[in-house]
């Protein structure tokens, strides 16, 4: 078989994540994040999006109404990276959890993007995060990405919420 390259522009289109209650993830995504719902199948399913796209993030009880979360060490979605266009985005949307009392499990520098980590309700990792320019992404002599993790300027990034 020979080498194939995807696209360049391929984009991830949505993520469909199983809950336990409904409501509550709405009340998550739509009312705490700020995403829009789009549309509702009674209640088992929500598709929601942002800007009016017919959606980013699907949400179900098919086979999860009730349910516990997933074991931490069993195979699945580590996270959904939720990418936001600006860093003064990031800051509005991390100063609302604050504000909220919602407990963040961590926040991370990368070099080539700054990070919040969270787990929504049914404790399905969440990464809060904005792209840093291109040109300020960390390289070796070689050209080649360097990323790190380094302890995210909080300070600062709030300080762009007010």
């Not at 390259?5 to 998550?28: C, E, M, W, Y």
């Not at 098919?62 to 996270?79: C, D, E, M, N, V």
């Not at 609302?96 to 969270?118: M, N």
């Amino acid at each position: 078989m020979e080498n194939y390259t995807i696209p360049a522009n391929t984009r991830i289109g949505h993520v469909h994540l199983k809950v336990s209650d409904l409501q509550r993830a709405l009340d998550f995504y739509c009312g705490l994040l700020g995403f829009e719902l789009i549309t509702r199948y009674g209640s088992q399913a929500a598709f929601i999006s942002a800007g009016g796209y017919h959606h980013h993030i699907g949400l179900n009880t098919w086979y999860s109404k009730g349910q516990p979360p997933a074991p931490a060490s069993a195979p699945g979605l580590f996270h959904t990276a939720i990418l936001y266009p600006e860093r003064k985005d990031l800051a509005i949307a991390v100063q609302r959890l604050i504000d909220a009392k919602y407990p963040l499990s961590g926040a991370s520098d990368h070099g080539v993007s700054e990070a919040i980590y969270l787990d929504d309700p049914d404790g399905n990792g969440v990464e809060l995060y904005w792209d840093k320019p291109r040109e300020e992404w960390p390289k070796d002599e070689n050209g080649e990405l360097t990323m790190f993790t380094h302890s995210l300027d909080m300070h600062g990034l709030l300080a762009l919420a007010k």
